[in-house]
């Protein structure tokens, strides 16, 4: 099955899951607009119109422990805060650098975790009843040329002490020490991995991994990762995504993955894009 996104020039980049486990959100990339969908309707609507509160692109987002849906503003370096019952915009928070790219972020405890695509870095914010905090600096990740690295996807790890933090530009991903604020590299066995979004499913790590191939050209993966003790990952399994859909984010919603379809090859490629813009779904691989 495939949901639809409406709108010509949307080309939609993150998703993440309703709370209640059956509808998930999905924002656009080109002007912000953000989609709620409901597993097993076709059709996506509208939450929040392309321009609100001055967001004029919507990337990574995930729900937080107090009824919020966290979205990440891109270059303009602001994370939205918006009521999940009202749609209500309840904070706006600037990490107040330039230049910077607000690209993913996770919840893990009371803060979220974003990370930072021009800047090797990783912001947090506090999260508790009565809002949302400014932004710190938690960790830098230093061991490239500060634009080489393009900081993208990041989750949990599952032992809840750290994240995992991937390098899209570099192919590596790093976890990170919450209590420490360190960071150091996962050993993928010299697999690289370049991803952006990512999600667990059980004990399996599901990313969208776009690889750049020795003849210039990507390809665009559904990997699967499993890890084999704290700092290392074994590669479990990989799927072929058309360049068509550009897979670039992945969510778990109803015990089916939900691909973000966001067509971004074809402005690369310099093919028309197809509207409209879908969401596939499918069943875990493993």
């Known amino acids: 099955m495939r949901y639809v996104v409406h709108g010509d020039k949307v080309f939609p980049e993150g998703i993440t899951e309703d709370p209640d486990g059956r509808g998930f959100y999905v924002s656009g990339s080109a002007d912000g607009t953000i989609y709620r969908g409901?597993?097993?309707?076709?059709?996506?609507?509208?939450?929040?119109?392309?321009?609100?509160?001055?967001r004029d692109c919507a990337l990574g987002m995930a729900a937080d422990p107090y009824g919020r849906l966290?979205?990440?503003?891109?270059k303009d370096g602001v994370l939205y805060a918006y009521?999940?019952?009202?749609?209500?915009?309840?904070?706006?928070?600037?990490?107040?650098t330039e230049p910077t790219l607000l690209n993913d972020v996770c919840v893990l405890g009371d803060h979220a975790y974003?990370?930072?695509?021009?800047?090797?870095?990783?912001?947090r914010f506090g999260l508790g009843a009565d809002g949302v905090g400014e932004a710190e600096e938690l960790v830098g990740l230093t061991s490239?040329?500060?634009?080489?690295?393009?900081?993208?996807?990041?989750?949990?790890?599952?032992?809840?002490?750290?994240?995992?933090?991937?390098?899209?530009?570099t192919?590596?991903?790093?976890?990170?020490?919450?209590?420490?604020?360190?960071?150091?590299?996962?050993d993928l066995g010299g697999v690289p991995v370049n991803g952006d979004g990512m999600v667990w499913v059980g004990d399996v790590l599901y990313v969208c991994d776009n690889t750049d191939e020795p003849d210039g050209s990507v390809r665009y993966w559904l990997t699967a990762l499993r890890l084999d003790g704290t700092h290392r990952a074994v590669l479990a399994g990989r799927w072929e995504q058309r360049p068509e859909d550009t897979p670039t984010t992945v969510a778990h919603?109803?015990?089916?993955?939900?691909?973000?379809?966001?067509?971004?090859?074809?402005?690369?490629?310099?093919r028309p894009v197809e509207p409209p813009f879908t969401v596939g779904e499918l069943d875990p691989p493993l």
């Open 83 to 96: 009521d999940l019952a009202t749609g209500a915009l309840v904070a706006r928070r600037a990490v107040g």
């Open 70 to 74: 966290l979205v990440c503003g891109g």
């Open 253 to 270: 919603v109803g015990g089916r993955l939900l691909l973000v379809h966001s067509q971004f090859a074809m402005r690369r490629l310099g």
């Open 38 to 54: 409901e597993r097993g309707v076709p059709d996506t609507e509208v939450w929040q119109e392309a321009g609100s509160d001055g």
């Open 114 to 123: 974003v990370t930072d695509s021009l800047r090797p870095v990783v912001w």
């Open 144 to 169: 490239h040329d500060p634009g080489d690295a393009y900081l993208n996807g990041i989750v949990p790890t599952p032992d809840g002490d750290g994240l995992l933090v991937a390098a899209q530009g």
């Open 171 to 186: 192919g590596e991903l790093w976890r990170v020490e919450v209590a420490t604020r360190t960071a150091s590299r996962v």
